[in-house]
């Protein structure tokens, strides 16, 4: 079995780089590199939780899916169906 095949969505993922010799903003931070690629991909909700006992309060996990070898960090960004991950 092929798990590529469940992959059902497509979403553009945009990748962000911060390299130390790059230009400089205002505040002497160095200027982010945005790449984008389409990617087929998966979202699944893992978990939700709600407190409204003195506050309202709402977490919500997710696990998201992309074929293999596909590079990521903490920084980027996956856009699909109008919402972004």
Known sequence: MNPARLLT???TL???TLDGDA???DYNNPVSTETTATVKCWIEQASASENTVDTQF???DYRIFLPAGTVVS???RL???GQTY
């Open 9 to 11: 969505l497509t979403g």
């Open 74 to 76: 903490g920084a980027d």
């Open 14 to 16: 945009t990748h962000i």
């Open 23 to 25: 230009d400089r903003d």
């Open 79 to 81: 856009a699909v169906a």
């Open 58 to 60: 709402q977490a919500e």
